[in-house]
Each structure stands twice: as structure tokens, then as C-alpha cells.
Antibody
Framework: EVQLVESGGGLVKPGRSLRLSCIASGFIFGDYHMSWFRQAPGRGPEWVGFIRSKVYGATTDYAASVKGRFTISRDDSKSFLYLEMNSLKTEDTAVYYC??????????WGQGTTVTVSS | DIVMTQSPLSLPVTPGEPARISCRSSQSLLRSNGYNYLDWYVQKPGQSPQLLIYLGSNRASGVPDRFSGSGSGTAFTLKISRVEAEDVGVYYCMQGQQTPYTFGQGTKLEIK
């Protein structure tokens, strides 16, 4: 079964850091671009950023709201996707989804992990 | 950024009746390869979003054929030929033409 499982969410104070992890199973992880989305309470989904597959240089792209603070990385040997979040703000509070794909056809979504930024 | 505008925002439908959701983009989503970089997703209550339609008109794996997507350029439509109770949720269009990828506001489909 194709599956993505996120972990690492929690309550964190503004200005602090948090790292989210996502383990993939049921497909060849290294063959795919991978993305992170988030959804604030009562809002629609928002694209956070993505990392291309190694064939495409594993390059990254980010939403303006997180650029310079968030970093996406991947470990294809372990089928892991990461989201390193620094200088967190209250407006980063959301459910964060690990997803398969980039650009179109985001066909696999994890169950999400909740990040709450509050003092 | 490309702005995505959906209508209606609320859609009450009687089971067995058709439903239609419109999505417009502020820029063309048609690339020179002939594909429109427009997806449709549904988020059912308490669940993660799930892919329905990709590249404008292609049904994702496992999606019933009563769902169809059409349109090109800046105007797109999601049609449900006969709504069922399990179709309740919020429907989003998303453009993948350029980053940042952006979503419409969402259309909440409810059963009358």
C-alpha cells in the first residue's frame, strides 16, 4: 500500500524550530518529486514547497511566506522527507501534509501532523 | 501569483442530481505541451485532501467516472453527473502552472 506518514508536530514557542519527518512506503521514493502543504484552521490548503527527485538535482522551491526559514530535504536511502522549520511564527500554525508529486497530480497525501506556534 | 477563483462557494445538491463547480485562473494554465496544469481535489470531513482530476481532465486512479473535468486556459469546470451522499466535502481547484502553486477558495458541497 502506498503510504506517507508524518511525525514531529507539536506545540512550539514563536521563534523556535521544529523538524517534521515523513516516511514513505509502497513506492520507489527516489523516483518522485515530493511536496509539503499546510492547512491553517478553517482555511484551505496552502503549498509550502517541494523538492525534486535526484534525477532533477533534488532542487527545492518554496512559498514566499516560508522562504529562508523552512528547508526541505530528502533521504532516498531511507525513504524519508523532511521539513526543517526555523524562526516559527504564530501564522505557521497549521496541519502539515507530506505529499507525493510536484506541480500537478498530487496523488498521495499523508494524514497530516499538527504544528501549533504559541507562547 | 496566480489567483484562483471558484464558484459557487456553497453547493447544496439533491442525491442523484448533477453538480458543477467553476474555477477561473488569473493567468492561462495551458502550456506549450498542450496540457492545462489544473487539478481538482476534494477534502472530505476529517480527511486529508485527495486528488480527483489532474491536468484539467484526467481522472485519478480509483475516481468514479461520474466525476469529470473540462476547460482550458483560464476557465475550468468540475462536473459530477449524479451526486451521491459520499461526495460531501470541500472541493478545491489548484494550479500547478507556476510556483507558488495556489488553490481556489473551496466549494462546500452538501446534500439537501
Amino acid at each position: 500500500e502506498v503510504q506517507l506518514v508524518e511525525s514531529g508536530g507539536g506545540l512550539v514557542k514563536p521563534g523556535r524550530s521544529l523538524r517534521l519527518s515523513c516516511i514513505a512506503s509502497g513506492f520507489i521514493f527516489g523516483d518522485y518529486h515530493m511536496s509539503w502543504f499546510r492547512q491553517a484552521p478553517g482555511r484551505g490548503p496552502e503549498w509550502v514547497g517541494f523538492i525534486r527527485s535526484k534525477v532533477y538535482g533534488a532542487t527545492t522551491d518554496y512559498a514566499a511566506s516560508v522562504k529562508g526559514r523552512f528547508t526541505i530535504s530528502r533521504d532516498d536511502s531511507k525513504s524519508f522527507l523532511y521539513l526543517e522549520m526555523n524562526s516559527l511564527k504564530t501564522e505557521d500554525t497549521a496541519v502539515y501534509y507530506c505529499t507525493r508529486g510536484g506541480g500537478y497530480g498530487i496523488d498521495v497525501w499523508g494524514q497530516g501532523t499538527t504544528v501549533t506556534v504559541s507562547s | 501569483d496566480i489567483v484562483m477563483t471558484q464558484s459557487p462557494l456553497s453547493l447544496p445538491v439533491t442525491p442523484g442530481e448533477p453538480a458543477r463547480i467553476s474555477c477561473r485562473s488569473s493567468q492561462s494554465l495551458l502550456r506549450s505541451n498542450g496540457y492545462n496544469y489544473l487539478d481538482w481535489y476534494v477534502q472530505k470531513p476529517g480527511q486529508s485532501p485527495q486528488l480527483l482530476i489532474y491536468l484539467g481532465s484526467n481522472r485519478a486512479s480509483g475516481v468514479p467516472d461520474r466525476f469529470s473535468g473540462s476547460g482550458s486556459g483560464t476557465a475550468f469546470t468540475l462536473k459530477i453527473s449524479r451526486v451521491e451522499a459520499e461526495d460531501v466535502g470541500v472541493y478545491y481547484c489548484m494550479q500547478g502552472q507556476q510556483t507558488p502553486y495556489t488553490f481556489g477558495q473551496g466549494t462546500k458541497l452538501e446534500i439537501k
